[in-house]
């Protein structure tokens, strides 16, 4: 149980244009999804928190209009990246937050962006 | 705010013996809930051990266990017997009582060596 999948999990895509990353729970409904950003060896870095049905709640020095969180349902949320630079190259984690129980975020498996 | 510290940025271990990683944290909350992540290659974070602050009791999991010191704020994680499938980066996070926001350190690459 507790199951989080991402998709895609790859993507290479050209520089301007917008790229959407999905994060489902699949066997539990998550009222909070989170949205993490990470570089090779580091850590994870909060991008947002969505909660369903309401606006994203963006970290400190996360630009929200280029990062758009949707939470729609209790079970998917989407971060599309918009206007695409190669410095937003990166490993993007989506971790979910709901009724699996264990009281601890259960994560997606990663989506891998490039921009050319 | 609460701040998450893993001193070791590597370790390295034979197979089959036992590597301990460190974890300190700050915090003035009296009830929280402290966790290990695991992290291997394949970049999906595995949740490797969970301990309650109110429990005084270390929690274990097989071959991993803690050593949770409240009052000096440390959560460290034994992994026994190892092996080559623990190779991974670790991360020791924190989580307020009434909260869902993780606290992550910085984490700790460990190499197994055969």
């Known amino acids: 149980g507790a199951v989080v999948s991402q998709h895609p999990s790859w993507v290479i895509c050209k520089s301007g244009t917008s790229v959407k990353i999905e994060c489902r729970s699949l066997d539990f409904q998550a009222t909070t999804m989170f949205w993490y950003r990470q570089f090779p060896k580091q850590s994870l870095m909060l991008m947002a928190t969505s909660n369903e049905g309401s606006k994203a709640t963006y970290e400190q020095g996360v630009e929200k209009d280029k990062f758009l969180i949707n939470h729609a349902s209790l079970t998917l949320s989407t971060l599309t990246v918009t206007s695409a630079h190669p410095e937003d190259s990166s490993f993007y984690i989506c971790?979910?937050?709901?009724?699996?129980?264990?009281?601890?975020?259960?994560f997606g498996p990663g989506t891998r962006l490039l921009v050319l | 705010a609460q701040t998450v510290t893993q001193s070791q940025p590597e370790m390295s271990v034979q197979e089959a013996e036992t590597v301990t990683l460190s974890c300190t944290y700050d915090?003035?909350?009296?009830?929280?809930?402290l966790f290990w992540y695991k992290q291997p290659p394949s970049r999906q974070m595995i949740l490797v051990i969970r301990?309650?602050?109110?429990?005084?009791q270390n929690a274990t999991e097989n071959r991993f266990s803690v050593n949770f010191q409240k009052a000096a704020k440390s959560f460290s994680l034994k992994i026994s017997d190892s092996q080559l499938g623990d190779a991974a980066m670790y991360f020791c996070a924190y989580r307020k009582e009434y909260g869902n926001k993780l606290v992550f350190g910085a984490g700790t690459i460990l190499r197994v060596k055969s």
């Open positions: 915090t003035s909350e009296s009830d929280y809930y």
């Open positions: 301990q309650e602050a109110y429990k005084q």
């Open positions: 971790s979910a937050w709901g009724s699996a129980g264990k009281e601890t975020q259960y």
